[in-house]
């Protein structure tokens, strides 16, 4: 399953980048997740629930980033245990395009999953996908909006 699109992010490139690769600001905007630790190989270990039509998992998954296309691009791959829900897979492509104070975020993702989750069928598993990535960037979008309502405040 593929997944691509762009979102105008209200703050410039580079503190966009900043944020990305932040783990309070991503832990708080990535849905369900309940723990975002860096492991001493550099890699991210995440903690996750989530809820895909009837079944709630709670996935154990790891991160690799790729960062050195940075600032402009990057490129992250990940894969997650759902014990009896399942397995899931996948990567991002992310390329920020700056657009005077404001940043546009460009993605292309691809997943794929396994197990009780694949049984959902195609569809579904889509659908959540593209919900769970608009409530990402969403929240990603709102926090960067809230700090910089904060820094003009102090």
Same mark, same amino acid.
């Given at each position: ?98 657009? =005077?104070?404001?940043? *546009? !975020?460009?993605?292309?993702? +691809?997943? #794929?999953? $396994? ?5 959902? =069928?195609?569809?579904? *598993? !889509?659908?959540?996908?593209? +919900?769970? #990535?608009? $409530? ?17 405040? #102090?």
């Amino acid at each position: 399953m593929e997944l691509n699109d762009e979102v105008k992010i209200p703050a410039k490139l580079e503190y966009v980048y900043n944020c990305l690769n932040d783990l309070e600001v991503l832990q708080k905007c990535i849905p369900g997740c309940e723990e975002l630790l860096e492991n001493t190989d550099g890699s991210l270990s995440a903690r996750v629930v989530l809820k895909i039509g009837p079944i709630k998992a709670n996935f154990k998954g790891k991160i690799v980033l790729d960062l050195s296309n940075g600032p402009e691009k990057y490129s992250l791959n990940g894969e997650g245990d759902g014990g009896m829900a399942g397995f899931a897979k996948g990567g991002a492509d992310v390329e920020l395009i700056e657009d =005077g104070n404001e940043t *546009i !975020l460009k993605y292309v993702a +691809k997943s #794929s999953v $396994t197990g009780k989750i694949a049984q959902l =069928g195609s569809r579904l *598993i !889509l659908n959540t996908a593209k +919900k769970l #990535s608009k $409530t990402f960037f969403e929240n990603f979008r709102e926090h960067i909006r809230n700090e910089k309502n904060e820094n003009v405040q #102090s």
